[in-house]
């Protein structure tokens, strides 16, 4: 059974740091780009960053220089490290797992963040 777990989300102040981490199961984990969207209320989703299987990484232009995420293939898991967060980053953040350039996304359940102002 495949499955993805995330963990880590809740309630920061702006300017604070989080840290997400996703623990997938069922999957061939290092052969997957790996990835973090998020979606705000009334808005669609949005990509956040991807890994590679090779460990090459994509972020969102509204993300780069304050989040970085990262994998370990040893324990399936992959992380987002949120830094100097800002109130839009407010969302629920969901982990993806994709085989592949045109393979669908596999989710896990989301976890929220609230960055108060």
């Known amino acids: 059974q495949v499955q993805l777990v995330e963990s880590g989300g809740g309630l920061v102040q702006v300017g604070g740091s989080l840290r997400l981490s996703c623990a997938a199961s069922?999957?061939?984990?290092?052969?997957?780009?790996m990835g973090w969207y998020r979606q705000a209320p009334g808005k669609q989703r949005e990509l956040v960053a991807t890994i590679s299987s090779r460990s090459s990484t994509n972020y969102a232009d509204s993300v780069e220089g304050r989040f970085t995420i990262s994998r370990g293939n040893a324990k399936n898991t992959v992380d987002l490290q949120m830094n100097s967060l800002e109130p839009d980053d407010t969302a629920v953040y969901y982990c993806?797992?994709?085989?592949?350039?045109?393979?669908?996304?596999?989710w896990g359940q989301g976890t929220p963040v609230t960055v108060s102002s």
């Open positions: 993806s797992a994709r085989l592949g350039p045109v393979a669908d996304n596999i």
């Open positions: 069922g999957i061939g984990f290092s052969a997957y780009t």
